[in-house]
């Protein structure tokens, strides 16, 4: 309930650069399931990338949209990739902070 408190009333800056599935995705234990996780997580299948790029289903142009992906994700979130990557104490405290939140959400 603390971890919920805090996530709710801390400043705003630093809930936006970090979302809760990559929150998850960091928790994991091991590099080889972070790495997976954050690799599910970037290239989605291609139904999804269709329907975010508003693209025909079983187009051949999917493939090339997700590199646009991968860009449009580094831009977006370039911030939290680098603080995740230097491991910023408070980087690693919200992550932490918002993947018991999530947990404790999906198990309720």
């Given amino acids: 309930m603390q971890a919920t408190h805090h996530m709710l009333f801390s ?14 995705v960091f928790h994991r234990a091991g590099r080889f399931a972070k790495f997976s996780g954050m690799l599910r997580r970037v290239f989605l299948p291609p139904r999804l990338i269709c329907r975010i ?47 018991v939140i999530a947990q404790w959400l999906e198990n309720a």
Avoid: C, H, N
């Fill in 11 to 24: 400043e705003k800056s630093a809930r936006e650069y970090m979302t809760t599935e990559a929150a998850k």
């Fill in 53 to 99: 790029y508003s693209l025909p289903q079983g187009s051949w142009r999917v493939y090339w949209f997700y590199l646009v992906r991968l860009k449009d994700l580094i831009g977006r979130y370039r911030q939290a990739i680098y603080r995740l990557w230097t491991k910023t104490p408070a980087t690693l405290s919200l992550a932490a902070r918002k993947s």
